[in-house]
Structure formats: structure tokens, C-alpha cells
């Protein structure tokens, strides 16, 4: 059994009137002491030694220590202190220094020092207590916070540095000007906590640190909620954060599983990765001032249930080098691009759903700029479900495009690859291709299109097997200037006031249709048409190379054109 000291200011018979002699008198019968401190000011360092208890017996706070600078309470051996005030204006103002420490109900202030310093081969537990100003700092040690508050740290509220191992339950970070948890070489978890207001990351992972964060709320920080650099690794487990400049950022090697998190309002990205990978599952991202999630420096992330809603781009993954897969993604409501591959990015994405954004999918830049759709359904886009861009290349498998302007454009020198897909419903083309961008198309099926089915015009080069344009108001397919390619095993139907009209430099055999095939003249640069009149039949312009059914319901169209305008195929294929 512990041996009991009592401590008073006002003194009295077998009462200490201050700590240190009741410590000294507890020194000298080397056995577990109790040291009873009855409330008041006690201006007194102390120096604690064995297994010792140093409890207020009046409410918490009654009993101040209180220094103009130097250590408050330094211990060595197995100590609690329970109910005190703690302060002074420098250095450590509670110290581990070997052993044991455990801090309940306690306050500590640290105006221009650190609030509590656990040095190397120490343990600190710190529970129901508030910490002001300074910082808590693990350095090589183990350490256990729960419940507590965390205010106006000058520095980081908290760290765990040179291997410590540290674990903080439903506290409190507020106003610290830096992190509030920072893990520099150290492993530490954060479970049940809420941070707000700080200058930089909330929750700061760097030099090979391992952070694993669950059930947190982070709301208003100067920059990332959660930061994890310099080949960093954790876990992010149903966090959610709001007002943060990013959500969490990766970086320089670090690799972390992110589920279930939700970034709501992020003034710049949801999620950034940069010069690093890691797993994002069931994540959201609403309405973030730039980007909901941002790729980039040979950044590779692996992303699985991503939802994002509201705010200006979705995704973007953009540099030489930088790449991300992408599965199950679910967009809605920007005011931008929903999805990018930008400036010698690679995306990938699968199943993918996108409503209500001016353009789904962009491509934009040279041609190590890729992206890929696997199944997706793009809806209700104000400009295109999909432009390709530079010398961009994008593919698309089962990917459905609904009520827009265009579906799938291609132009400048880029190339686009659509195997089975369809555009419904658009105001002006269902496929595109413009400048000198090249299509190659195989089973599309374009139908109710204001306009066109299909366009290819400048010095565009296309190659569409096997595809179906249906109901399309002006023309099923338009090929002007000097657009050339292939048109092969198609099919053109419907009420539209044309079926194909073209510019002789497309081969179209194998040609179903029940609409009239026209030659197309430019008028600005054409002299005034011939009309020739056959069996109630009349043709404008020219016909060459041409065989022409009269009086059934389909029109099979075969042309030769000069071997100089064959389309041509490089090395990247087409898909199958």
C-alpha cells in the first residue's frame, strides 16, 4: 500500500506546506507514495522519482503549479498526477525523462515551450486533460492520449517523432498554427478525434511514417486535412472533413488505403496525389472549389467507388508518368470537365456513370495522353460525353452517351477508338471527327440525333464498321472538305432528310440504307449544280463511280477512291 503525504499551504500537524518536501520526505522511505495537495498556488519545480501519485483533492484545476520558466514536473519512475495546473513559460513544462507518466484531468500551459515531452524509453499516458499552447511531444516513446484538448498550439498540438508509437482516442485539436498530428518517422493512431483550424495539415505523415486515422473530423485547415509525404503508409478510415484547402494529399512515394471518407467543400481538391500511389475505396468528394481528385508527377492511385457531386472538374490525371484506374465512379453535377487525361496522363477508368456536366470525358496533349473507358454511361452533357484533344488518344468499350450536343468528338490530331457504343438523343452529331483527328469506330449506334449522325469534316480520317445511325433529323452520316476513310458494313435509317451525303473520299461498302445518298458540293467554291432527271429520280450534281438502285427500299453504295487516300492505319491499331 501506498505510503499518504498531505500538502497545504496553510500547513498543519503531519502536513507538508509545499510538494517538494513532501516528495523529499517520500524519497526517503523508497516505497509507492501518495501525495494529497489540497487546493492553492504552489510556484515550486518538481522533481518526481519512483512510483509516485500526485493528486489534487479538490476539484480539477484547484491546485496550480505555475513557473516563469523552466520545468513544471519532471519525472522518472511510475508517476500519476491527477487535477493539477501546469505551467511555466519555457522549456518542457512537464518532462518523462525515464519510466512512466500518466496525466489525468490535468492542464498543462506552455506559452512559449513544449506542453509535455516524453523523451526516448519513456511512457506517457495522458487522459481528460488540456493542453494549451505548446505541444505534446513524443520522441521515442510510447504513448496513450484519450479524451483529451488540445488548444492553440504554436507549433504542431502534437508529435511523435524517432520511432514512437503513440495512439490518440476522441480528442480534441483546435488553432494549432501548424498540425494538429504530426508523425515524422514514428507510428501513430488517430481514432474518434476532431480537428479544426489548423495552419497546415490536420494530419501530417512524413519520412516513413505509418498514420492510420478512423472516425475522425477535421473541418477548416489551412491546407490538407490529411497529408502523408516521403514514403509514408497508413490507414483512412470514415473521416470526414470540410473547409480543408485539400481533402488529403499523397505524395513523394507514400502509399496509404483510404475507405469510406467524405471531403465536402475543399477550397482547392478532394483528393491529390502526387509522386505517389495509394487505394481509395468508397470515397466522396462534393463540391471542391478546383478539382474533386487531382493525379498528377507520376502520381498512381487506385480508386474504387468514387462519387463526386458538385464543385468545378471531377478527375484529372495529368504529366508524363502519372496514371490512375479508376472503378465504379459516379459523377453529377460540375460545372467543368468531369473526367481529364491532360499532358501525358493515363486514366482507366470502369463503370463509370457521369450526369449533368458540360463536358464527361477530356483528352488533352501529346500522345502518351491516354485514357479508357470500360462501360460507362454518360448523360445529360451540355457540350460533349467525350472530346479528344492534341494528339491524345482515348478508347471507349460500352459506353453510352444520352442528351447532349455531341456525343463522341475527336479532333486536332488526336485519335478516338469506340467499340459499342451508343449516342442517343444529342442536338447535333452522335460522333464527330474534326481537323485532322481520326475516329475508328466498330458496332456504333447512333439514334434520335437533332442533327447528324455522324460528321467528318477538314482533313479528318475515319474508320466505322459496322454501325447503325437511326433517326437522325438532318443526315446519318456527312463526310465534307476532305474528311476520308472507311465506312464499312453500315447501316442509315430512319425519317431524316438524308441518309449519307459525302465528299467521294470515303469508301462506303456494304452500305444499308433507305434515305438517299447524296454527293456533298461546297457551295462557295462549287459552280451552280446540274439537275438530271431518271424515272422520276433527280439528282444534283455529279454522280461518279457510282451504283444506283432505283425503287427499292435499301441502297447499297460501293466506291473506289484513289489509293492516295486509303486511310491509314499505325502501329496503334484499332480495338477489336
Keep these: ?80 498526477a491527477r487535477g493539477l495546473v501546469l505551467a511555466s513559460r519555457d522549456a518542457d513544462v512537464v518532462r518523462c525523462a525515464a519510466g512512466t507518466l500518466t496525466l489525468e484531468h490535468t492542464e498543462v500551459r506552455a506559452p512559449a515551450g513544449v506542453c509535455v515531452h516524453a523523451t526516448p524509453g519513456t511512457a506517457v499516458t495522458l487522459r481528460d486533460s488540456a493542453f494549451r ?60 478525434c476532431e480537428l479544426t483550424g489548423t495552419g497546415l495539415a490536420a494530419l501530417f505523415a512524413d519520412t516513413q511514417a505509418w498514420l492510420a486515422v478512423a472516425d475522425c473530423t477535421i473541418a477548416d485547415v489551412g491546407a490538407e486535412a490529411v497529408g502523408y509525404l516521403q514514403h ?78 458538385g464543385g468545378n472538374v471531377g478527375v484529372v490525371v495529368t504529366g508524363t508518368g502519372s496514371r490512375g484506374a479508376f472503378h465504379g465512379v459516379r459523377v453529377a453535377d460540375l460545372t467543368s470537365v468531369a473526367l481529364r487525361a491532360y499532358e501525358g496522363g493515363k486514366a482507366v477508368f470502369r463503370d463509370v456513370r457521369v450526369e449533368r456536366c458540360v463536358t464527361h470525358l477530356e483528352s488533352r496533349g501529346d500522345a502518351g495522353t491516354t485514357a479508357e473507358v470500360d462501360g460507362g454511361v454518360f448523360t445529360d452533357f451540355s457540350m460533349s460525353a467525350a472530346e479528344v484533344l ?66 467528318a469534316q477538314d482533313q479528318s480520317r475515319l474508320e466505322v464498321h459496322d454501325s447503325e445511325f437511326t433517326d437522325c433529323a438532318s443526315v446519318g452520316a456527312f463526310f465534307r472538305d476532305q474528311a476520308g476513310g472507311l465506312f464499312v458494313g453500315c447501316a442509315v435509317s430512319g425519317t431524316g432528310a438524308a441518309g449519307v451525303r459525302h465528299n467521294g473520299l470515303v469508301s462506303m461498302p456494304s452500305l444499308r440504307s433507305s434515305l438517299s445518298v447524296e454527293e456533298w458540293k461546297d457551295e462557295a467554291n462549287q459552280p451552280p449544280p446540274t439537275h ?14 457510282s451504283q444506283l438502285a432505283v425503287g427499292n427500299e435499301r441502297v447499297d453504295m460501293n466506291q473506289r477512291i484513289d489509293s492516295r487516300q486509303t486511310p491509314h492505319t499505325d502501329e496503334d491499331g484499332s480495338p477489336a
Design 532 to 545: 438530271v432527271t431518271y424515272n422520276n429520280v433527280t439528282i444534283h450534281g455529279g454522280v461518279r463511280d
Design 1 to 80: 500500500m501506498a505510503a499518504r503525504y498531505r500538502v497545504s499551504p496553510r500547513g498543519g500537524m503531519g502536513v507538508h506546506r509545499d510538494i517538494a518536501s513532501a516528495l523529499a520526505a517520500a524519497a526517503r522511505k523508497n516505497r509507492p507514495a501518495r501525495i494529497e495537495i489540497a487546493p492553492g498556488h504552489y510556484a515550486e519545480p518538481l522533481l518526481v522519482r519512483g512510483e509516485v501519485e500526485l493528486v489534487a483533492t479538490g476539484e480539477p484545476g484547484s491546485v496550480t503549479v505555475i513557473l516563469p520558466s523552466g520545468t513544471a514536473l519532471e519525472t522518472a519512475g511510475t508517476v500519476l
Design 133 to 192: 499552447h505548446g505541444r505534446v511531444l513524443f520522441s521515442g516513446a510510447g504513448g496513450h492520449v484519450e479524451r483529451c484538448r488540445f488548444t492553440d498550439a504554436a507549433d504542431n498540438a502534437l508529435a511523435a517523432i524517432e520511432g514512437a508509437r503513440v495512439s490518440v482516442r476522441d480528442s480534441r485539436f483546435t488553432g494549432a498554427r501548424i498540425h494538429g498530428v504530426r508523425v515524422s518517422g514514428a507510428q501513430a493512431e488517430v481514432t474518434g
Design 390 to 455: 492534341g494528339t491524345s488518344r482515348v478508347t471507349l468499350r460500352q459506353v453510352t452517351a444520352e442528351r447532349g450536343t455531341v456525343g463522341f468528338a475527336v479532333a486536332e490530331e488526336a485519335q478516338l477508338f469506340l467499340t459499342d457504343c451508343d449516342a442517343r438523343a444529342v442536338t447535333s452529331a452522335g460522333a464527330a471527327a474534326l481537323g485532322k483527328g481520326r475516329l475508328v469506330a466498330r458496332r456504333l449506334r447512333v439514334a434520335g440525333s437533332e442533327s447528324l449522325g455522324l460528321l
Design 232 to 309: 509514408s503508409r497508413g490507414t483512412v478510415d470514415r473521416v470526414r472533413v470540410t473547409g480543408s484547402e485539400h481533402g488529403i494529399a499523397v505524395a513523394e512515394g507514400s502509399d496509404p488505403v483510404v475507405r469510406g471518407c467524405v471531403f465536402t467543400g475543399c477550397r482547392d481538391t478532394g483528393i491529390t496525389v502526387r509522386a505517389g500511389r495509394g487505394r481509395f475505396e468508397d470515397c466522396e468528394v462534393a463540391e471542391a472549389g478546383n478539382v474533386a481528385v487531382f493525379v498528377s508527377e507520376r502520381g498512381a492511385p487506385e480508386v474504387h467507388g468514387l462519387r463526386v457531386a
